[in-house]
């Protein structure tokens, strides 16, 4: 199986500031068909996570901006250029190129 | 507006057996490719299996722990994804998701994870 390393796994930040999540995986991500299938989702406290980053760095529709995801190969990164007060919660990172499908330990992020 | 409930958890004894099912409704079911994932407090999500269109072949795969165990489903005539879960063991206590994989149609890609519903618990417990 493709382990999801994720760090920090707590990021306390002061609201405007930014904040970053890194994600390695134990192998490529590199699909045969080109593509790389990681994604970044967020869970706020008793929700369903959802989907905020798709294939590396496609923000989803209707997320904000100042979320923005990087990276290849192995090594990814999702970036939030000013936390607010919304974005607390939890951030997985999880790939969906080699079976079984795969996710990160989850990031706490909360103000500080 | 696209709506995903998960019904069917409970409690249920080491060995026993339950069915989850999840209502689809607000995009064309029968397209998808769905997921069923798990969550505990301790081991974090946790992706179970997942079962393509049946124009892409309805085909099954799963995660290690719950092969031969478990089996995934759907009929797209009521919109629902079943998860048949038997031989259930302590470890298969969370709380169920049903959500959208990612997938390739004639109108391209749709990323996965899209679509949550807000789960269905099941203890296994003696």
């Known amino acids: 199986d493709i382990v999801m390393t994720q760090t920090p796994l707590s990021s306390p930040v002061t609201l405007g500031q930014p904040a970053s999540i890194s994600c390695r995986s134990s192998?490529?991500?590199?699909?045969?068909?080109?593509?790389?299938?990681l994604s970044w989702l967020q869970q706020r406290p008793g929700q369903p996570p959802r989907l905020l980053i798709y294939?590396?760095?496609n923000r989803f529709s209707g997320v904000p901006d100042r979320f923005s995801g990087s990276g290849a190969g192995t090594d990814f990164t999702l970036k939030i250029s000013r936390v607010e007060a919304e974005d607390v919660g939890v951030y997985y990172c999880?790939?969906?190129?080699?079976?079984?499908?795969?996710f990160g330990q989850g990031t706490k992020v909360e103000i500080k | 507006e696209v709506q995903l409930v998960e019904s069917g958890g409970g409690l249920v004894k080491p060995g026993g057996s339950l069915r989850l099912s999840c209502a689809a409704s607000?995009?064309?079911?029968?397209?998808?490719?769905m997921s069923w994932v798990r969550q505990t407090p301790g081991k974090g999500l946790e992706w179970v299996g997942r079962?393509?269109?049946?124009?892409?072949?309805?085909?099954?795969d799963y995660a290690l722990p719950v092969k031969g165990r478990f089996t995934i489903s759907r009929d797209d005539s009521k919109n629902t994804l079943y998860l048949q879960m038997n031989s259930l063991k302590t470890e298969d206590t969370a709380l169920y998701y049903c959500?959208?994989?990612?997938?390739?149609?004639?109108?391209?890609?749709?990323?996965?994870?899209?679509?949550w519903g807000q789960g269905t618990l099941v203890t296994v417990s003696s």
């Open positions: 079962i393509k269109s049946r124009t892409d072949g309805g085909t099954t």
């Open positions: 192998q490529s991500l590199v699909h045969r068909d080109g593509n790389t299938y």
């Open positions: 999880m790939q969906s190129t080699q079976f079984p499908w795969t």
């Open positions: 294939k590396i760095s």
């Open positions: 959500t959208t994989d990612d997938y390739y149609d004639r109108s391209g890609y749709h990323p996965g994870w899209v679509y």
């Open positions: 607000g995009f064309t079911f029968s397209n998808a490719w």
